[in-house]
């Protein structure tokens, strides 16, 4: 059988086609309009001005800031809490296939609806958050408003409807082990933590990547929550660059807004490109 | 052993009362909240209505001369389309992508694999948008979403597609069918759970998107559902009830669709993601 006959060019014209129109070309475009003052009819060449400019522009130094804050707690307690769900989730309680179900529903909710659900339940006055707080006997807290506060409640319910893909990835992983594994291993008298230690996360490893680098990206380019939650305030408290790039463009500075999104792009090749090296090499071993 | 299930049963019960409380309670306040009238629905608590106020949905709905029918019209074109064509391309891109290791197909695995990673440029996409003379047309936006969500959907494709013995195409073959034919009546079939899989998941993505849309669709022509109820939220801020009986009515699409492929969701990532 001839391989280049059977598996035709043709069937990945397609794909190629729409992805490089609508993604590459555009991509490669933003590297010259980042080097211009730009809208839809007219273009004039400035060279590095507006990265100068952004490098100089408090907000945008402040989103970067926050995403790097948005990756640490946000993509960290993703990997970490959801594969501690997972575990537990393919453990042999028996209301496991409900429960699997009940955490994959925030995925169905959109950004916006979610937005709205957590402005009412963090209200700094009559939310049920804060009517919690207060039965307890703790005083009201604002969540949304305090600007110290704001990143971490947003990060609070970006965990809320992250969960749910990361989780059936590691269910995915966990249950693709050989049960022989664990059998072994209790023979050997391994149990609870030393499972978990010696098989489980060895084994997942891969899983674990998949997590680590779709929640990383998620993080980058995080807007809608954002943008439906705080709006990126108070102030520029809860901004990150994607949602600073946005803010660009509606005034209007389409230079600036495409120079800003060419750093966001390069700073996600930087980051992720050796992350990714390490996590590949890692699991060689 | 005794012990064990009494552990077992501790697992259940912390787990159903934790599920209950973070992920269900929050979907509770938003429905009885929506049947409230104004006053009641502001103090923001999980009290009963005292009167079922099923009135507030038809407000919704009739609000803005039918909006929301015109915005859910152009989302679930918008959704229907995309997904249809990712279907069908993504399939066919991967199984060439798995199929053939050669050089030239390792290439261009990674340069679709490099949309996963970095971001869409947006402002020069709306540039060619209009340079093509399509800007702010339906037609636009599903192309659009179509080329952001196919490094994921490929990757789904090419993961589940290692799993199908190569041998089937080379029986295939021996029988006199070309590869157009192999692939639509031999392999297609066969990729029904991962069709299953890529169909929610990207589904409920581009219904729910409401960055891309923000940026491609302006205008209330071409209104898709997340917009008007971005817009609503300016507006009702006051009336509670009114926007969450809104945003019921948006995920109730999503809830359905996942009600029919639930099971189809794990069992299409076990065979997909993870491999790849």
């Known amino acids: 059988m001839n391989k280049s006959k059977m598996y035709h060019n043709g069937f990945v014209f397609p794909v190629i086609l729409i992805f490089s129109i609508f993604f590459i070309i555009p991509m490669v475009i933003s590297f010259y309009f980042s080097l211009t003052v730009w809208n839809l009819d007219s273009v004039r060449f400035i060279g590095l001005d507006n990265f100068k400019t952004l490098l100089h522009s408090g907000p945008l130094i402040t989103g970067f800031k926050n995403t790097f804050i948005y990756i640490i707690f946000g993509s960290g307690g993703v990997t970490v809490i959801s594969f501690m769900i997972a575990v537990f989730l393919t453990s042999r309680i028996r209301t496991k296939n409900l429960l699997r179900s009940v955490v994959f529903f925030p995925n169905l909710v959109s950004s916006v609806a979610v937005g709205i659900t957590f402005i009412a339940l963090m209200h700094p006055s009559k939310g049920m958050i804060n009517a919690l707080i207060k039965a307890l006997g703790g005083s009201s807290i604002s969540f949304l408003g305090d600007p110290k506060i704001a990143i971490f409640s947003t990060i609070a319910v970006m965990l809320w409807k992250g969960f749910s893909i990361a989780t059936v990835i590691y269910i995915a992983g966990i249950t693709s082990i050989d049960p022989g594994y664990f059998e072994a291993a209790a023979i050997d008298g391994a149990h609870g933590w030393k499972k978990l230690r010696y098989i489980t996360i060895p084994l997942t490893k891969d899983s674990i990547n998949t997590v680590l680098m779709l929640s990383v990206i998620g993080s980058f380019r995080n807007f809608d929550l954002i943008w439906a939650l705080t709006g990126g305030g108070p102030g520029y408290a809860t901004d990150n660059v994607a949602s600073s790039i946005y803010k660009q463009y509606t005034l209007g500075f389409y230079g600036l807004s495409t120079a800003g999104n060419v750093i966001l792009l390069i700073t996600t090749a930087l980051l992720i490109f050796p992350l990714q090296r390490l996590l590949r090499g890692k699991g060689d071993e | ?276």
């Open chain 2, 1 to 276: 052993m005794n012990r064990k299930r009494m552990l077992i049963w501790i697992g259940d019960i912390i787990g159903c009362v934790v599920a209950f409380v973070v992920f269900i309670v929050p979907f509770l306040f938003m429905f009885i909240n929506s049947l409230k009238d104004r006053k009641e629905a502001n103090a923001l608590n999980m009290k009963l209505p005292e009167v079922f106020h099923w009135e507030n949905y038809w407000k919704v709905i009739k609000e803005s001369d039918f909006l929301i029918l015109r915005a859910f019209k152009n989302s679930l074109l918008l959704s229907f389309f995309a997904v249809i064509i990712l279907v069908i391309i993504c399939s066919m891109g991967g199984y060439y992508l798995q199929r053939r290791k050669d050089r030239l197909s390792k290439a261009l695995n990674i340069y679709i694999m490099l949309g996963l990673m970095i971001p869409s440029a947006i402002l020069p996409t709306i540039w060619v948008l209009q340079r093509l003379g399509i800007f702010k047309t339906l037609f636009s936006m599903v192309l659009v979403e179509v080329a952001l969500t196919i490094p994921f959907t490929i990757m789904l494709y090419i993961g589940y597609m290692s799993g199908i013995p190569s041998e089937l195409e080379e029986s295939a073959y021996i029988d006199g069918c070309g590869p157009g034919k192999t692939f639509w009546l031999v392999i297609f079939p066969l990729l029904k759970s991962i069709h299953a899989t890529s169909i929610i998941l990207n589904a409920v993505s581009i219904f729910n998107d409401f960055t891309n849309p923000l940026y491609f669709l302006p205008g209330q022509k071409n209104v898709t559902v997340q917009q008007t109820i971005y817009n609503f939220m300016g507006r009702y801020q006051t009336s509670y009830n009114l926007l969450f009986a809104d945003v019921i009515l948006i995920t109730l699409p999503m809830l359905i669709l996942f009600l029919i492929f639930n099971k189809k969701i794990v069992e299409g990532i076990v065979a997909g993601a993870v491999k790849g």
